[in-house]
């Protein structure tokens, strides 16, 4: 993980020299600080997009909305500080995977029927930020950044499970719904085109990556059944935005 934050950064340190170098020939006119509206789908990917019961940290993910606020303020010519505030719905398990963990679990209980009701769907916050160098042509504006930060669990896909069909509270197993917050690292690349002065508009896209939230059980299967205490997260944000720059 920090390998990886390492390579993005140093990627864009050498980007922001090479551009300087160009800078230092002519006279160029520098970006402004900004403000962006965005709005658009966020797409799971690797672990958490899964939706396979022998994989414990299958995320069963799907893709969603997201919107939120996207920032720079611009500290020395072209390069900035970042940051983005995002909302993002990853869905919720849908039949085909509550079947999926049915079957998986009777097999792994030796059950003749498990039945399992599921509530609660992927809802988080994203807080990121980091060093960001923008390049200008003509009208259009390209965005590097890298970043880190925060992604907050509103909730996660919750589910009980009854075996046989009983009412026993001893022969059901409860999934709890994540409320836990965990460190990310990411990077994006937005390319905007300037309507004037003040406004701009654009596309943006948001790679995040995280170990991912914290998950507990009720009636704890140990290490029976699928069973896992981490939920990795990663994602691709693509978004469309409008612009302030001041």
């Not at 398990?93 to 609660?120: C, M, P, R, W």
């Not at 909730?155 to 075996?163: D, K, V």
């Not at 508009?201 to 009636?219: E, Q």
């Amino acid at each position: 993980m920090k390998k990886t934050f390492t390579i993005l950064s140093a990627t864009l340190i050498i980007l922001i020299v090479c551009n300087a170098n160009a800078q230092d020939k002519d006279t160029k006119t520098y970006p402004k600080s900004y403000l962006s509206i965005i709005g658009g789908i966020s797409s799971p990917t690797g672990e958490f997009a899964k939706a396979t019961y022998s994989d414990y940290q299958s995320g069963f993910a799907k893709r969603g909305i997201t919107y939120g606020l996207d920032g720079a303020f611009y500290i020395y010519k072209n390069l900035a500080v970042g940051v983005t505030l995002t909302f993002q719905d990853q869905g919720e398990l849908n039949a085909t995977d509550v079947q999926n963990l049915s079957n998986g679990y009777n097999t792994d209980f030796f059950k003749d029927e498990t039945v399992i009701t599921a509530v609660n769907r992927y809802n988080n916050i994203n807080l990121m930020g980091g060093p960001q160098y923008s390049f200008i042509y003509k009208n259009f504006t390209l965005d590097l950044r890298a970043e880190a930060g925060i992604i907050k669990s509103l909730s996660t896909p919750s589910f009980a499970m009854y075996f046989d069909n009983s009412t026993d509270a001893s022969t059901a197993i409860e999934q709890h719904s994540s409320l836990s917050k965990a460190f990310a690292y990411g990077g994006s690349a937005g390319l905007r085109y300037s309507l004037g002065a003040h406004w701009d508009v654009g596309l943006k896209a948001n790679y995040i990556k995280s170990d991912g939230f914290n998950i507990t059980y009720s009636n704890d299967p140990g290490t029976t059944g699928r069973y896992s205490t981490k939920q990795p997260v990663s994602e691709i944000q693509t978004t469309l935005g409008i612009t302030l720059k001041f």
